[in-house]
């Protein structure tokens, strides 16, 4: 595809699936021009999730629906109707279907375990934080950190007529999510149980920026840190510091 | 600066939470069944997404279950239209498209029934006043639909009677909870859903009666897709090969370039003429400093804020299509409403900017924008009208308008001027001794008017007989599907007639569609497929015109 694309799979040929072809999705990050972001964002990505992986006892890489690896690209973000847009041709026309993108919004791109505990690294969004705080009542924020690390594993995930279900394993404590796949303004969600206790640890947020002033990224952060501070007592098994890269660490 | 999307964005909020409402009363009629054994099995599916090689559409909702009596399988097919009304009761033109969308989506699922062992039914629920749209829609979505099913209330407005069930609702578990909740009270919503129920249930037990004229629809586009098949297909490929783009080149034009086309300078002049606020607006961009003059001095005539505004909105003709939209849009905090909904008698979005209003009408406009408190003084009129927010906003306008508004119409301007090269005649249908009213006018009786269709052009040849119908328009690439599904209507019901209780062919030369799309454009084929399938001739050049009208 390009020079650039190259190289980066020769530097992460453990991702080599996700580099491999042409497509749409792969295009929109690679092909775009530099200050668009993506590509440094995708080469965040990768870079944190081998950093992680160096750390960890175990870990997997995603699989989608069809084993569709261009998926691997799509946001984790919940698929939202746009408002002034009457009727439903956006999505029709889409090149990837509601239930894929609905599939997609939750899979993280990494999950990996160290010391038996989980992780989970999902990228344009904190799809679990956000289903959270909706129903904690909370108004539905837009934000959307290009990285977030967070404890815990998705398992279950099924989609059936209509809805998607998942649980949430953090911490000992299981979570259940039930999703209607519907092209909507909100996100439908249809039903969920969250046991007493339950939460959502979010270890590390990135935020990747080539154009951004340094005003415009430190309110940004400021935003992230209110929204993504953890409420549980016990300190987590990993930390993200802030240097440049970002490095991981796992707690002693 | 909050513009009229607003409206729209209100519309899909409201919209979620009726489809949800009516997803309640779907699973309470089922449910019903199961309990009294009637059914042995049913599934409710939101936005199920109808395939065919003429359709591409999502339904609201989709049933399918299983009777108890014999096993048989049954599909229903249902759609859910909000009204939103307004409070003087002035139907909304802006809904006939969405009319005629949902005509077209029942009539082309009739040929999933022909094509499934499932018995099938198409069922379509209004909420809100039925009033609100013409009153030929209702009689002919019962002749369209196997069953309609009206919900109103009229002491409350219903969708905020439905929208108080969403209260503290987080999940769709919990609003579903609180409309069962609701069924147990006394209102009139509670009234109104239990006698949806009870016509849902009594229809269903009476065998779920088939609309036979939807069928014998149906029956039309059959006849169009086995007489023109080769035709129909052969267009479709061509389809792929893009379109001349017309409109974006008369953009183009209007903003500075140069086309070789001399037809497309043409058109361009017809379209200035046609809008004069492109014009004027472009002079204003130019001499921003001297426009800024003459408005602070014509504003300090006055001797005060509501002489002021009254002055600007009856400033001469040019001047008046400026400061009108300014008026109406700067300092807006909260969305604007549509024009219709202003509450203005005789306002209207035709003659909003450029009308001569009435001296009532004038106070009225100008009491709205003081009792919004969008301007606070004289000054403060000044320094808005000259702001450059001011000037954003009629940058964005002409941007705009010079692409969009019922009385643009590039592509149709300029194929009717290359056929009037070509030595015919391009006239208006409606002035012609043609008759362009649709056939469901004598599907709904003498219970309901409907108009003739206003925007087809008569194509004479040199001997004046008329050889063609025309229309022309640009389909954008995102919106292709929907515009061949609302056009789609006009032509089926222009080509055949209702008498006697029968449909039979009532048109014999061609109604061409010219489609504008742009050259790289390859549109959806259902799309294609589906705006012959219902009567069209496509011409995707001037060249395909003539080759149809010739019948080459």
Redo the contacts between chains.
Sequence with gaps: MTDMLETVREAFPRFKSFLSHASPFAESAWLGPISNGKALEMLSLFSISEAAISLADEFSLPSFRNDNYDHYYLRNEFPN?H????????H??SQCS?EDRFYASVVPKLTFSLRGNSFMVFREGNPLHLLFC??K?KTHYKDRPDISIVEGEIRSLALD??RMYFEHYSRGIKACYEI???????I?????TLPKGYTINTIGVVECSVTKSKKHVDDQLHRYSELFSNTCDKSPEMLVSDDFPPRLYGSQ | MKSH??V??F???RN?KV?LFIEFILEFFLEKLSREGSIQSH?V?????YNSPIA?D?WDHFVSLKSSDGGVRRELWCQTTCYKGNRQNKREPNKTY?VRETLVEAISLREHRKNSEIELSTIHFTVGPKEYTYDWFAPAKEKTFDLSIYLNTTQENVFDAIEACFIDA????QAKQNFSDILKQETELAAEIRQVLSRLHEWYHLGCPRQKVADEQYGLVVNELGDRCDEIEAVIKRAADGGQNIKKRCNEVVHGAVDEDPVVALTVERLLSRKPFIGKVQTILKDWDAFCRKASSSILKADNLDIAIRNLWQAPDLDRLIYRRLLMRLGRKEAANYIQDLEIEGLTEHNLYAGKHSAVQVSGVVGLIRKEQRFNSIDDLIQKICSQDAKTFLRNALWFEARNGATLTPSFDYVAFSLEQHGYEVVAASKTELNVVGFHDQLVGSNANVNSYSNLRAVKNQDGQIVALLKGKFFN???F??RCKEEAYVALTLKYKYVDRKFSKSLKIPIIMFVDMAQEYSP?ESAVRRLQAFGWNIAFSVEDVLRIISND
């Design positions: 109707h408002e002034a847009q009457a009727g439903h041709e956006a029709l026309l509601l909706l129903l009542g007529g209509g209607s796949i519907r092209n909507s303004n909100h439908p969600i249809r039903d969920a | 999307m607003a729209q964005s519309a899909t909020a979620r489809e599934l599916e939101a936005q199920k997404h591409s999502i969405e987080v999940t769709e578990l690439g995102p919106e599907p929907r959806p």
